[in-house]
């Protein structure tokens, strides 16, 4: 297994690219499938595990897939397939946007149930209940789903919480519905934009995303197209809350600023300067970081995916932070992790109570989960001495190259190849 090494303590400086964002890459890629005339070129794809994976699944199915680079192709005209019954299927959360996808498409799916991050209890009873309202029949049995229709009829759907995935996967199955199907209490993700913007770009029709009612009214067929993916809002929170922590002046590139209005409010308040331009964040910090309290929230609230990374950061901040994580049931799992390196931090339940201590010390650690992985390699960033992270294929799941990424910002961080 690989293990990340790094010598903490350096201040980062530079400029950083930011590449297309995995939420919603992870999303378009199985909506690509639906397409049943031409080839869709997806260009922004980022270079991770979960895409690769992802590659792989649609191509047991029977679609062409390429990669040139950034971009990739999908043709899907040929499928031979609706069984998604691959290893691959129950490594990865969003392969659960198949079971939209072909659904929508075919009137049929089959799959192994997903898996992705430990951060918690992962039901997926309201991406069934949009389904059943829209006439479909779903069965559970043995690790695997089985959803069948003779045909998808339009309805209005009330989801019960929040959620990206059962926004997004009811979305596939309604775009090639019968009649018009209102999503409410939708999530408002700018990933859920994204996929609905691909969507209309295949001759969907698909209106509100981005705002709680999503309309959708079915169409006949939907056609390959051309798009690029949107930048990745947690990588750039990531490098964000990094350059925060070591101190030092970044420029993150080739990000939407406004999809990080509430990371950047956060940062501001803790003390941290923020300068934004059209598609770049400057952050500057002196380290002297102010505690902050933080309850995570559906889009335009506070990130869950930022949390991870936000709490290493509010170990070395003055006087006290709680964090509330309010969408996860366990994801303060790292917590164990940055106290193995110096942190004050009580857990109760849902809430982090954090003493800002006046530095971290280098340690053995791992990533528990992508983003608590992502929390470890900024606390060796920001630590003093040397940290080795071991787990770290859960890190490859999301960030494309991120020790080259932090290297070229002036951290001295290896991978060391297992
Ligand atoms: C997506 O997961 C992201 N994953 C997660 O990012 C992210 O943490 C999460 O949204 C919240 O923003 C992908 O996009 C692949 P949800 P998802 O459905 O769609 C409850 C990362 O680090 N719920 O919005 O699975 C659920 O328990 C990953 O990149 C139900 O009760 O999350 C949770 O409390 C980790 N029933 C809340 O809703 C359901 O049917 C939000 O979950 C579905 C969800």
């Known amino acids: 297994m690989d293990k990340l090494i790094i010598n903490g303590g350096k201040p980062l400086n530079g400029n ?16 690509a499938v639906m397409a049943s005339v031409g080839i869709s070129v997806i260009d922004n794809i980022p270079e991770i595990e979960d895409i690769q994976c992802l590659e792989r699944i649609i191509s047991s199915l029977g679609c062409k897939v390429k990669r040139n680079g950034n971009s990739v192709e999908i043709d899907s005209t040929n499928i031979t ?14 392969s659960y946007y198949l079971y939209g996808a072909l659904l929508g498409r075919f009137g049929r799916v089959k799959a192994e149930l997903p898996g992705g991050c ?34 998808l009829v339009g309805t209005n759907i009330y989801f019960d919480v929040v959620s990206v995935g059962a926004t997004i996967n009811v979305m596939l199955a309604a775009v090639l519905a019968e009649g018009t199907t209102v999503l409410e209490n939708a999530a408002k993700e700018p990933h859920v934009v994204d996929v609905a913007n691909f969507l209309n770009t295949m001759g969907a029709n698909v209106k509100g995303a981005g705002t709680d009612v999503i309309r959708i ?30 101190g030092g002046k970044v420029i993150v590139k080739n990000i ?39 309850k995570t929230l559906p889009y335009p609230g506070f990130p869950t995916d930022a949390q991870q990374p936000m709490s290493t950061l509010l170990c070395i901040a003055n006087g006290r932070s709680i964090i509330n994580e309010s969408i996860w049931e366990s994801r303060l799992k790292h917590v164990d992790e940055l106290k ?14 954090i003493d800002g201590v006046g530095k971290l010390t280098g340690a053995a650690v791992k990533a528990t989960d992508l983003r608590a992985g992502a929390a470890m390699v ?8 040397r940290s080795e992270i071991s787990s770290i294929e859960h890190i490859d799941r999301g960030y494309p190259h991120i020790e080259d990424k932090f290297r070229s910002l002036g951290a001295d961080i290896r991978r060391e190849v297992g």
């Open 16 to 31: 950083i690219e930011i590449g297309g964002a995995k939420n919603a890459a992870v999303a378009i890629l199985p909506a």
């Open 81 to 94: 397939s609706t069984n998604a019954n691959t290893e691959d299927v129950r490594k990865m959360r969003a």
């Open 118 to 151: 430990p951060i918690g209890v992962r039901p997926i009873d309201q991406h069934i209940k949009g389904f059943e309202a829209l006439g479909a029949s779903v069965k559970i049995e043995h690790g695997a789903i089985e959803i069948t229709a003779d045909r």
């Open 217 to 246: 009214v079915g169409v006949e067929s939907l056609t390959g197209c051309n798009y690029s993916v949107i930048p990745d809002q947690m990588e750039a929170a990531t490098y964000m809350i990094a350059a925060a922590a070591c």
């Open 256 to 294: 939407i600023p406004k999809h990080l209005e509430s990371v950047s409010a956060k940062l501001v308040e803790m003390g941290v300067k923020i300068e934004e331009g059209d598609d770049y964040i400057v952050v500057q910090s002196d380290r002297n970081i102010k505690g902050v309290n933080i």
């Open 340 to 353: 193995k390196m110096g942190a004050s931090i009580k857990v109760e339940g849902r809430i982090a109570i």
């Open 378 to 385: 900024i606390a060796g960033l920001l630590a003093e001495g």
